[in-house]
């Protein structure tokens, strides 16, 4: 959707936080869309919220576990995290 489209677009811009706005507009719209929890993970990573970042991603996971990016991004949290 169109919420999805400018979140990626802030987020390659680095605008975490207008970034992460809109994948939540998205995901108000499909609250089950892997890719969607995916990318506000990492808008969340971005803005340095790790925490809120690793629950997000697993929650990607979840909904589809061969993602490998909720998988990359999750492994990058943890180690931020220093688990």
Not at 26 to 46: F, S
Not at 62 to 82: H, I, Q, V, W
Request: net charge positive; charged share 25%.
């Amino acid at each position: 959707n169109a919420w999805y489209g400018l979140g990626t677009i802030y987020l390659k811009q680095e605008k975490s936080q207008l970034a992460e706005y809109h994948f939540r507009r998205a995901l108000a719209i499909n609250p089950r869309n892997a890719v969607l929890h995916c990318y506000l993970g990492m808008a969340l990573l971005a803005s340095g919220r790790c925490d809120e970042a690793l629950d997000v991603l697993e929650t990607a996971i979840a909904l589809d576990p061969g993602n490998p990016l909720a998988k990359l991004r999750r492994a990058m949290a943890l180690s931020r995290l220093r688990r």
